[in-house]
């Protein structure tokens, strides 16, 4: 019962992260709501948006080393510039290319068409980073950074399991207001997650998981924007809202289709995880017995 008792209130620490990054982004899209209709959707507007995201990062991460006493270390803070630089990058690469290859496949199969984006703007395109670098980051820190460093101090792998099976279920949960969203859709973000969290179990660093979701999140917004995300994007990609395939009997649309590449990209990084985290788990229950 203390175990049950102490599982829960791991669960709750993790829910009131979900909370409070929530509350503190409704707080700054309050503020930059109020600015837009000083100075309007400038340069100066984005980049305070951008400053106000990594806020509530240093906000979220503050309030995890603070108030739950977790160590700095956990959340990418542990002094190894070099190392940690390797590992966005590999992360970041990884997820540039797989977004890059759901987009392009989405083309060839005629879902959406890409262009040039006439009016692209350098300035606002590295603002862009700025926002989405914090972003992404805000969300790895909520969704497994603290999770996963919460739930693994039970020193139980069955526990650690649960753990990122539930922050998986909110972290799809919490796109839900994506354009879209669908069981597919809910599938995908539930095994991104999962992908993630893999890496973050095996690598223990946030770095690699962070590379990914930037580059990810940024190639929509900022290389290959789609819909409403193509104003700072290098090209922009026009769905093709009409396009339906059938497949199996079945109708998939653009938002199904891209659920379905997505996932089929993530079928090799979760395996690798899933193979190498196991395979980390026999060595030191091996070493334990000897």
């Known amino acids: 019962m203390k175990t049950l008792g102490r599982i829960l209130l791991s669960t709750i620490k993790f829910l009131s992260m979900i909370v409070l990054m929530f509350v503190l982004l409704a707080i700054t899209q309050g503020i930059a709501g109020t600015l837009k209709k000083f100075i309007g959707d400038t340069f100066m507007y984005q980049f305070i948006t951008a400053v106000c995201t990594h806020l509530i990062l240093f906000g979220l991460i503050l309030f995890a080393c603070k108030v739950y006493k977790h160590s700095k270390d956990r959340y990418g803070f542990d002094g190894y510039c ?28 005629g879902y959406i068409s890409i262009a040039e984006n006439k009016n692209f703007n350098v ?26 460093t919460e739930f693994q101090r039970f020193n139980n792998r069955y526990i650690t399991t649960f753990g990122v099976v539930i922050t998986s279920i909110m972290f799809a949960l919490s796109h839900n207001a994506t354009s879209g969203y669908d069981f597919f859709s809910f599938c995908t973000y539930f095994m991104v997650s999962i992908a993630l969290a893999m890496i973050y179990l095996v690598t223990k660093n946030i770095w690699i998981s962070v590379g990914f979701h930037i580059l990810w999140n940024f190639s929509i917004f900022s290389i290959i924007g789609v819909g409403k995300n ?28 891209e659920s379905i590449l997505t996932l089929i990209g993530l079928i090799p990084l979760f395996v690798l995880g899933v193979v190498i ?6 060595v030191q229950e091996m070493q334990k017995i000897n």
């Open 277 to 282: 985290y196991l395979k980390k788990n026999t």
């Open 82 to 109: 070099l190392k940690n630089t390797k590992l966005l990058i590999v992360g970041a690469v990884l997820g540039l290319v797989m977004s890059l290859m759901v987009n392009l496949l989405q083309s060839f199969g």
């Open 230 to 257: 193509s104003s700072q994007s290098i090209f922009i990609a026009t769905e093709n809202v009409h396009h339906i395939q059938k497949i199996l009997g079945h109708s998939i649309d653009y938002y199904t289709m």
């Open 123 to 148: 300035f606002s395109f590295l603002v862009s980073f700025l926002f989405v670098f914090a972003q992404a980051f805000s969300e790895e820190v909520v969704f497994r950074a603290f999770p996963i």
